[in-house]
């Protein structure tokens, strides 16, 4: 494994919190909506095993500027908490007329060289082009994005996956 590779997507085979940016106005006029979106990815996660929820399901909520309120317990400091959050798999799919731009990023804590702690775009793949009213060809080019990071991931997690 290349430690270029290690670094953008190696991380134990844990599974990926879900993030998907809200459509707009144009992608409803192709009828193309976020529930779509959303149970396509969900779906194709889910049977790579590697489905970890969504922001909204984690066990976190805002407590206020750098601090996180854990659910069951007392606020904490958002650093303390953002160390062990899995990686997020952020989906944004923008529709402009008839063209399309799809942005699939895996981002991950990361530790700069000063120690501060962050959240990192580690690995990402963009796709444009043209749709032509079809919100099943926008669809099926976020598939081909997805069997992209998929199959990369997998790869580089394949040890730790078991496989």
Partial sequence: MQAIEAFELFHACQPVVLVIEPLGAP???IQLTDESLHSAVEARLRSARLYAGTFR???FDIAGPGRVQPRDGEAAALGEVMKDWPPRL???VNILNRSFLIVVRLRK???DKFGALGSATTW???AFG????DAGY???SLSESLDEFLVAYLRVNEDACGN
Avoid: P, Y
């Fill in 27 to 29: 992608a409803t006029r």
């Fill in 57 to 59: 399901d984690s066990a």
């Fill in 90 to 92: 952020e989906i944004e």
């Fill in 109 to 111: 804590m990361a530790v």
């Fill in 124 to 126: 990402e793949t963009v």
């Fill in 130 to 133: 043209a749709h032509g009213g």
């Fill in 138 to 140: 926008v669809r099926a």
